[in-house]
């Protein structure tokens, strides 16, 4: 990430490609939208202008003493420290007598005035409007929210000055405070407020165009609203305006609403244009809909601004789904997880959404956490699919496995069969630059790696422990700037290898065939941790001292029994790459392998149990016996492939093959990004218990707090947010202990709220607010005795099948503990810790999870059967019924009650 010296703090409106204007973080979607349509069609007539961007916005609040607004800004640089005076804005942090300008903010803007006379005549007056990073978005549209600010003398540099400070003082008026609380947005952070100074146009007539009717929802016709003079009055309501109704495939009106004794036509010329205009916008923004303010003075049409329409006829409330986090993260996760995780998510996606030149709301981002849980926003999501790749409301539906009453809802969107179209087109393109893309994957991933292996390495071998809190906080930060291009690349290969699913799923209609495509990738990390972990048990069971020590669960004396073995050399290199593991490994409050070894000890001799062979359990159904060989798995995979194209027309042919082969690379990269993340997890960890041992009072608080602490455990640091932290590191160890008090509270009422949300029941889909526990669905009965005609049906994940006494895990350490080799294991989720287990077990069958899990790609690489998202598995069977397994059909039935 750039410093914010080298972040430029205005940029030109219709500059140059590439120049920057068109990142949505940087200058706002207003600017980023006008910008991005002059890119594509420099026909469309602009007003000169320029943008002043939300660096020179956080600056102007850190010069102004306003730095508790502007979180994570604590200084500003002594170049722009500078004040130049201007009358003072009303606003909360900002109101002093005068209002104090950075010296580099101010020079930027009074060159960028003066740069607007290159393009012809210095204008007498300006518009200046607000470009917010959460406004104009395909979510929410803040409008009239921010103030506006029109015929400002462009002559006169204070006036120009005192329009900006007052439109970024909008920003904490009451209108927008309350917007964004109904919206539900919590933490806004100030200082996300780009300003879009243009010329001003005196128009004839002025207005609104809607490229979709907002009453009918049809996206066969457009609206427009307009007025003699200033459009402002049309978008604000002072004025009932003319309303024409156009049909756009062919340019006819439809209906026309004037009022009596005001009727104004709209020119012919005109309406051609505001059709043209209409066609030109939606190109751009992928067919999503736009609303466009215009203005035409008599000669030329004018686009003022433009942004993707958030209304529909119908009312709407979001809906919320845990399908793509329950695997993963389907438990209550503490507030520094999900504060980090959702800062991170949402930089990563502005990026991406950027590079593909679509508006990204952090504000209303994709995940949101309910009841201490994560859940993914549909609407958002089907949003941002609709604009890339022009996805129905019911193709997101199917994707989400919504309820039928769920789909029935009124979408945030419509996409036209021309936006589907265009849907297509992007696909073709992510084919076409498929090798390159994943040129790249694999570079900034391998590369990612190796670099956080070396650091976690450092911080490991004790290079933490000299830290001061502050050392500790730049380097967590650091580390959180440096994982947003990962995670940029994480989110871009799960959406590549999403699409490449579907479209094998379309061509293919055969899920077995599917899944055999996708087994024995090869090069995937977890599958190398796992053959190296079996490299240690053969090792273990061929040393004594290892052999005894393991067996006997001597396993906290690990280092003093194992000194000048072979396996203690084998096992602390293992622990350097791969100890960043551990159960909930994207918990960043779950210790990790390499700070508990006993763990991993305990894992080994886990799989040193061979147990009994399980071939007998029931006479009628054949049994899986060996796990097939890696060889093995290949060649059956390269069989599968043959049979997939054997299938298909000549035509097809070639374009299934390149389908199935970019699967199978992205399947293998989206594998191993998680792997990196789950590592630069346990790196941020590192850090955190650094500041944790250094304001809890059991660990040494004295050096940084005078003697006394500010927690009272090093626990309690996860109780806290992100933001939490921000505010409290850079304070003096006096000014910490004066807020003790409150950060205790903090802790406790946090701590509280995840005891009672670890109580409730968690809906899969819900719609608006959070069900109250009594709608929540009742679990299924478990499994009782004597039946044997219970089947439970999931997504056959690994071909194969397995008849054996189930061994239903709670938690890993269950399994770890008590697990025989040889059953089958049957869970709620899995992370990467739990795959070892694999090796053990006859067969997997998960609650949560689908084709391209983690689950069913380890599965997969070790050749037994498994069967994920199996709904009520670890409730309909006990641990030592008998099941038998079917990863071909996805089904797990029961055929023998364990014994009382």
């Known amino acids: 990430m750039r410093e914010a010296t080298e972040v430029p703090l205005v940029l030109p409106l219709c500059g140059a490609a590439n120049s920057g204007a068109e990142d949505v973080a940087l200058c706002g979607a207003k600017a980023a939208n006008l910008n991005r349509v002059y890119a594509r069609c420099g026909e469309v007539h602009i007003p000169a202008g320029f943008v002043i961007t939300t660096v020179a916005h956080k600056l102007f609040l850190v010069v102004n003493h306003s730095a508790s607004s502007a979180p994570g800004t604590t200084s500003a640089p002594d170049e722009m420290a500078a004040g130049s005076g201007t ?28 740069g607007m006379t290159a393009a012809g005549p210095a204008p007498a007056l300006v518009a200046v409007r607000s470009s917010g990073a959460c406004e104009d978005s395909c979510v929410s549209a ?15 540099i204070a006036h120009v000055l005192d329009a900006v400070a007052r439109c970024w003082a909008s920003e904490k008026s009451e209108r927008a405070e309350a917007y964004r609380i109904a919206q539900g947005v919590r933490d806004y952070q100030y200082g996300n407020l780009g300003v879009v100074i243009q010329a001003m146009v005196h128009p004839q007539l002025a207005g609104v165009l809607f490229t979709v009717n907002p009453l009918s929802n049809s996206t066969a016709e457009m609206v427009i609203n ?10 604000s309501g002072t004025v009932v305006p003319e309303q024409v109704v156009i049909d756009k495939k062919s340019g006819n009106v439809v209906t026309q609403t004037a009022q009596e004794g005001t009727e104004v036509a709209l020119p012919a010329p005109l309406c051609t244009s505001l059709l043209r205009l209409a066609r030109v916008a939606e190109t751009v923004s992928n067919r999503f809909p736009q609303d466009i303010e215009w203005a035409w003075d008599g000669a030329t049409l004018w686009m003022l601004q433009t ?7 119908q009312s ?11 695997e993963s993260m389907g438990y209550v996760i503490t507030p520094l997880t999900f504060s980090t995780f959702k800062e991170l998510i949402d930089s ?13 709301s952090a504000e209303f981002g994709i995940y949101d956490l309910r009841r201490g849980r994560v859940y993914q926003n549909v609407n958002v999501t089907g949003a941002l699919s609709a604009r890339q790749f022009g996805a129905t409301w019911k193709q997101t539906c199917e994707e989400f496995e919504l309820p039928e009453e769920v789909c029935r809802l009124s979408p945030a969107y419509s996409v036209s069969a021309w936006g589907m179209v265009t849907g297509v087109t992007e696909v073709i393109k992510m084919m076409w630059k498929s090798g390159t893309f994943l040129a790249d994957v694999s570079g900034v991933v391998t590369a990612s790696r190796n670099d956080a292996l070396r650091r976690f390495a450092d911080a490991c071998q004790s290079e933490c422990d000299g830290m001061h809190l502050s050392d500790a906080f730049a380097e967590l930060e650091k580390l959180l700037r440096d994982f947003i291009g990962l995670g940029r690349v994480y989110m871009d290969v799960s959406i590549h290898t999403m699409v490449y699913s579907s479209l094998l799923t379309e061509l293919l209609h055969d899920p077995p065939l599917h899944t055999a495509l996708l087994t024995g990738l090869g090069d995937v990390w977890t599958a190398t941790q796992n053959e190296r972990l079996l490299g240690l048990v053969q090792l273990a069971e061929k040393e004594e001292r290892a052999k005894y020590l393991l067996l006997t669960g001597r396993h906290d004396e690990w280092r003093e029994q194992l000194q000048g073995t072979e396996f203690l050399e084998a096992f602390t290199q293992f622990l350097l790459e ?17 700070e508990r070894p006993p763990l991993l000890l305990r894992l080994v001799a886990c799989l040193m149990d061979k147990g009994t062979d399980c071939g007998d359990c029931h006479e009628d159904v054949p049994v899986r016996r060996a796990k097939p060989s890696p060889q093995e798995l290949r060649v059956n995979r390269d069989a599968a492939v043959q049979m997939a194209l054997s299938r298909q027309s000549f035509l097809l042919r070639t374009p299934t093959k390149h389908v199935i082969g970019r699967l199978q690379e992205t399947t293998r990269w989206k594998e191993n990004a998680k792997s990196v993340v789950v590592l630069y997890i346990a790196l941020a960890r590192c850090y955190l218990r650094r500041m944790a041992s250094l304001l809890a009072a059991d660990e040494g608080a004295a050096t940084d707090c005078g003697g006394e602490s500010v927690l009272q455990s090093a626990e309690d640091i996860f109780y806290l947010s992100l933001d939490d932290l921000r505010e409290l590191v850079p304070l003096s160890p006096e000014q910490r202990l004066e807020h003790r008090q409150a950060v205790r509270a903090r802790v406790e009422v946090n701590r509280r709220q995840m005891q009672q949300h670890e109580g409730m029941v968690a809906p899969d889909v819900f719609v608006g607010a959070f069900p109250a526990a009594s709608n929540c669905p009742a679990a299924v009965a478990a499994s009782s005795p004597g039946a044997t005609d219970v089947v439970v049906t999931g997504v056959g994940a690994s071909l194969g099948t397995s008849v054996a006494p189930a061994f239903v895990a709670a938690s890993i350490s269950d399994a770890v503990r008590a697990m025989p080799a040889g059953h089958v294991l049957v869970c709620q989720a899995t992370d990467p810790a739990w795959t070892p287990l694999f090796l053990k077990a006859s067969a997997v069958v998960v609650e949560y999870g689908g084709l391209l ?8 690489e070790l050749g037994i059967p498994a069967v994920v998202g199996a709904s009520h598995c670890t409730t309909v069977f006990h641990t030592g019924d008998v099941i038998a397994v079917d990863g071909r059909y996805g089904t797990a039935k029961l055929v023998k009650v364990a014994s009382p």
């Open 87 to 114: 009358p003072c804005v009303e606003a909360p942090d900002v109101c002093e007598e005068r209002c104090r300008w950075p010296e580099a903010v101010l020079r930027a803007i009074e060159a960028a005035l003066v």
């Open 142 to 156: 803040y409008a009239g929210l921010h103030d506006t600010f029109l015929d400002v003398d462009a002559g006169d």
């Open 226 to 235: 307009y007025s003699i003079g200033l459009g402002d009055a049309v978008v």
């Open 307 to 313: 942004r993707p329409v958030t209304t529909a006829p």
């Open 316 to 326: 709407r409330q979001d809906i919320f789904s845990n399908k793509c986090t329950k």
């Open 348 to 360: 990563s996606m502005s990026m991406l959404c950027a590079s593909q030149g679509i508006p990204y």
């Open 578 to 594: 791969f100890g960043f593991r551990g159960d909930r490994e994207l918990e960043v409050a779950c210790p990790r392998w390499l």
């Open 853 to 860: 899990s983690h689950s069913a790609i380890t599965a997969r």
